[in-house]
């Protein structure tokens, strides 16, 4: 077995290890021992199947495997993919004993992770991302769910997996666009978080883009960990969890109004980040220091010419909204955020309209 690092989400009986690690899909780790029942179904698409599906269904030995192939892309992030899973699920004839596996990027884990939320009223799910943001962020913490005409992820249910398997050798076919909006929700966790690990950031980020597998490794290691925490504190998004969505609300808006699949979800993050900085009663230096690593992480520091008004509407379907009034995660300081409905109006017209 290959050496791999484990973290725990710590939820009770519901608990699970997130398992780091280079080599586990070839043999490193003992996935069917995480599938109790007979048989498992793995959800991937057709970008990553062909990659990684072989790999994998040879660590599920002595379990029956059965495969479903969901399109690529956010645009396909739909209730119809989930209910195509599930048709799939009931024509293998599964039971409450199956397991869903999710074998891809953030995308394939959401819509996989509905399917598993809703059939039989739930059943297993193990998660194995094969994107640095899957592997940061949406494998970690059981939100799962689907795009609406009207905004994203409108639909969803929280259901945890009871394993995240990342192994960190699938980064290697990892497009540069998708590792650059994966360093996005990585950026994230030290700006809310942790800021010895954003200054770390700021020393490193230039070999994270030039892929140094410990480099890379430590990253993930440190984002699953914070993010592990906050989950663990605050599973279903009654408080402190809500500042995981950091540059959310703008970033949310900016996918729904260039259409779904045009600007990457971390890309809009990014973008979102600066807003929600600017819109925090921080100093400019600190803004500033936000933004060049932003820039140097190859990513937008500005939101693309959508229109205020639109950007607003589309804001108004943020699940933050209470009381019909927009909340932010805004910054104490860099390293440290909080949810409030309090922001200056005047603020906000001027970072919207950057927006045109
Ligand atoms: P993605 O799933 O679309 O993957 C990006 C692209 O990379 C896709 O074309 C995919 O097929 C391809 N790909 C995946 N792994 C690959 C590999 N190893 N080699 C080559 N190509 C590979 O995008 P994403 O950035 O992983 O995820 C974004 C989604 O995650 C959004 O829908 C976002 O809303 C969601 N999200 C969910 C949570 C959550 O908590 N559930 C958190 C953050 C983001
Ligand atoms: N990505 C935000 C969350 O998991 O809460």
């Known amino acids: 077995m290959a050496s791999y690092c484990s973290i725990t989400v ?27 029942g007979p048989d498992c179904l793995v959800v991937s698409n057709e970008t990553v199947a062909p990659l990684y599906l072989d790999t994998l269904k040879s660590s599920l030995h002595g379990r029956e495997v059965a495969e479903f192939n969901l399109q690529d892309g956010e645009a396909w992030k739909t209730l119809d993919a989930s209910a195509a899973i599930v048709d799939k699920l009931v024509d293998m004839g599964a039971n409450r ?110 070999t994270l883009i030039a892929r140094d597998a410990d480099t890379l490794a430590h990253a993930i290691q440190r984002s699953c960990e914070i993010k592990a925490e906050i989950v663990a504190d605050d599973e279903r ?49 600190s803004v500033e220091r936000l933004r060049e690593l932003i820039a140097r992480a190859g990513l937008p520091v500005a939101p693309p010419m959508v229109g205020a008004k639109q950007l607003r509407a589309a804001m108004g379907m943020d699940k933050k909204v209470q009381r019909k009034q927009l909340r932010f995660v805004l910054l104490n300081k860099l390293g440290d955020a909080h949810v409030t409905a309090e922001f200056d109006p005047a603020a906000l017209e001027d970072v919207l309209g950057a927006a045109g």
């Not at 997996?161 to 540069?176: C, K, Q």
């Open 97 to 206: 004993d199956t397991t869903v596996i999710a074998l891809g990027g953030g995308v394939v884990g959401d819509i996989a992770g509905f399917a598993a939320a809703c059939y039989m009223r739930g059943v297993a799910l193990i998660q194995v991302p094969t994107t640095l943001l899957a592997q940061v962020d949406s494998s970690v913490g059981g939100k799962t769910g689907v795009n609406h005409a009207r905004g994203k992820n409108l639909i969803g249910a929280f259901h945890q997996p009871r394993l995240v398997l990342i192994d960190t050798d699938t980064l290697a076919t990892l497009p540069d666009r998708e590792l650059k909006a994966g360093l996005a929700e990585v950026i994230k966790y030290g700006a809310i978080a942790d800021a010895e690990f954003l200054a770390w950031l700021e020393q490193n980020i230039d």
């Open 10 to 36: 710590d939820l009770g009986e519901r608990s699970y290890p997130i398992i780091i690690g280079s080599g586990l899909l070839a043999g490193g780790y003992d996935l069917a021992a995480s599938v109790d």
């Open 237 to 285: 998004e009654t408080g402190r969890r809500a500042v995981l969505n950091f540059g959310h609300t703008f970033g949310h808006a900016i996918e729904h109004c260039v259409g779904y699949g045009e600007w990457l979800h971390g890309e809009a993050v990014a973008a979102g980040m600066i807003m929600a900085a600017k819109l925090s009663s921080i100093d400019d230096g």
